[in-house]
């Protein structure tokens, strides 16, 4: 596995908080570079399993020769479905980290980086159709604003989505220099922070993140073992904001919903972290990417 393709976040915490069975059978949803699934392997005896999930071609090349490893090349959306394939019907533990990785933020033509020029990209998986570049040139100005409103938080998401129809107008907007130049005019207080809700936004459209999340916490029930532990690592307050929710109320509502009765439909989990768990000053100045990721865990009651 190569160091420098990502380094894990909250390692520490993780392996602590999923209390891992030696013999027990554990899901890491976002392999990517193999540093967290490295150390759950260390945990684990010559009986027990890890199935790695990565829609991202280039994770493969991390996957170490072990036969206790089953990597999954599709999206974790499809948990259960790949799973029950698999014929493993029940897991003592799920991690999910759901930064992008430091590997595709490098890489210039994956174009998830406002620090190159190349083409607005955007995928995770290369193999889908829509990227970054076809969001700007195609929405409407009505799911721009509703885009970068919702998912990025941007203040002036009218005026944004207003001066990219314009600027597609007079030429197509298809690289992340010409993204810039279009939007500059609009660009509200610090311009990195602005871009980074901008860029984000975009992202979580290209790849339905939250969808997917939300797809993945829904399954994760189903799946999980008595006992068996769930972590998921968020890098903004959206992501955050569903998994406590699903944690806590076992829906994406800030409260619990009620059976036809007026009872409340209790949650299948119990939260074990009863705030986030968030990185040490050690760790945050070792990996600045670290600073805004938080750590939930729940357990399967």
Do not use: W
């Amino acid at each position: 596995m190569q160091q420098a393709y990502h380094v894990p976040v909250l390692l520490h915490e993780v392996i602590e908080g999923l209390q891992i069975v030696p013999s027990g059978v554990y899901v890491d949803c976002t392999f990517g570079g193999g540093g967290h699934s490295k150390k759950i392997l260390e945990k684990l005896n010559r009986t027990g399993k890890l199935v790695v999930f990565d829609q991202d071609e280039d994770a493969r090349k991390n996957v170490p020769d072990d036969p206790r490893i089953l990597f999954v090349p599709h999206n974790f959306r499809h948990l259960q479905r790949f799973l029950r394939f698999h014929k493993i019907f029940s897991v003592n533990g799920i991690l999910a980290d759901l930064g992008v990785s430091s590997h595709q933020i490098n890489e210039a033509e994956r174009g998830f980086s406002t620090r190159f020029d190349a083409s607005m990209d955007m995928r995770m998986n290369r193999n889908d159709s829509k990227t970054a570049a076809q969001v700007v040139q195609t929405y409407s100005e009505e799911m721009l604003q509703k885009i970068f409103e919702k998912y990025g938080e941007v203040s002036n998401s009218k005026t944004l989505a207003q001066k990219i129809v314009e600027a597609r107008r007079l030429q197509p907007i298809e690289t992340i220099k010409e993204f810039k130049n279009a939007i500059f005019p609009v660009v509200k207080g610090n311009p990195q922070k602005y871009l980074a809700q901008v860029f984000q936004a975009l992202r979580i459209e290209v790849n339905d993140e939250l969808n997917v999340l939300k797809e993945l916490l829904l399954q994760s029930v189903n799946v999980l073992a008595s006992g068996g532990r769930i972590a998921v690592i968020t890098f903004h307050s959206l992501e955050d904001r569903l998994v406590k929710n699903f944690f806590k109320n076992g829906n994406f509502e800030p409260e619990q919903q009620k059976d036809i009765f007026g009872n409340p439909v209790k949650s299948e989990l119990k939260v074990i972290t009863k705030k986030p768990v968030i990185p040490s000053k050690e760790e945050q100045l070792q990996n600045p990417r670290s600073r805004s990721s938080k750590l939930r865990i729940a357990e399967k009651i």
